[in-house]
T-cell receptor, first 115, second 113 residues
């Protein structure tokens, strides 16, 4: 059974800092990994998708890396801003599942960026 | 990317009643997925809705409790039946193609008294 763990559970940083969020998964037989952002009481916003054949993906100040063999992914946020405050979730598709839309999510990292 | 509209955005309901949540997508999609996020928890897939066939439910979820309709390729509904306080959650619909990004609606925050 796939398990996804995110560290740290919460992170508070001053504005302008670069930061790294970590995600690990137990079953390396994944075809991609996705990072999401969730604001309180809201839905999810897709940030980045990394295919299993890729090492990293970049979008603006965000960079996600994937080391499939070791079961790890990191999300790097450069020059953090108060608007980045949210919960960040990583998720992988369930290997061998009946639905390709079935993702296993981590518990998330709650990020607070203070001015 | 898909634009997903979900209604209602939030509701407060009485125990024993039912609520139907609507999900509208701006393009035709093969599969639609319904997720639940209980307070303080991560997301769990309830069921997969395929147009023209019965929804496929995940372990722990049953059709009598969470009936789903999928009348066409852009619309689906999820009903939460005979609600109890334990059903208080955020319910989200999502769409995506195999091997590609999964997109989520803005969610329905449900509180059951």
């Amino acid at each position: 059974k796939q398990e996804v763990t995110q560290i740290p559970a919460a992170l508070s940083v001053p504005e302008g800092e670069n930061l790294v969020l970590n995600c690990s998964f137990t079953d390396s037989a994944i075809y991609n990994l996705q990072w999401f952002r969730q604001d309180p009481g809201k839905g999810l916003t897709s940030l980045l998708l990394i295919q299993s054949s890729q090492r990293e993906q970049t979008s603006g100040r965000l960079n996600a890396s994937l080391d499939k063999s070791s079961g790890r992914s990191t999300l790097y946020i450069a020059a953090s801003q108060p608007g980045d405050s949210a919960t960040y979730l990583c998720a992988v598709p369930n290997a061998g599942g009946t639905s390709y839309g079935k993702l296993t999510f981590g518990q998330g990292t709650i990020l607070t960026v203070h001015p | 990317s898909a634009v997903i509209s979900q209604k209602p955005s939030r509701d407060i309901c009485q125990r024993g009643t039912s609520l139907t949540i609507q999900c509208q997508v701006d393009s035709q999609v093969t599969m639609m997925f319904w997720y639940r996020q209980q307070p303080g928890q991560s997301l769990t897939l309830i069921a997969t809705a395929n147009q023209g066939s019965e929804a496929t439910y995940e372990s722990g979820f049953v059709i009598d409790k969470f009936p789903i309709s999928r009348p066409n390729l852009t619309f689906s509904t999820l009903t939460v039946s005979n609600m109890s306080p334990e059903d208080s959650s955020i319910y989200l619909c999502s769409v995506g193609e195999r091997y590609e990004k999964l997109f989520f609606g803005s969610g329905t925050q449900l509180s059951v008294l």
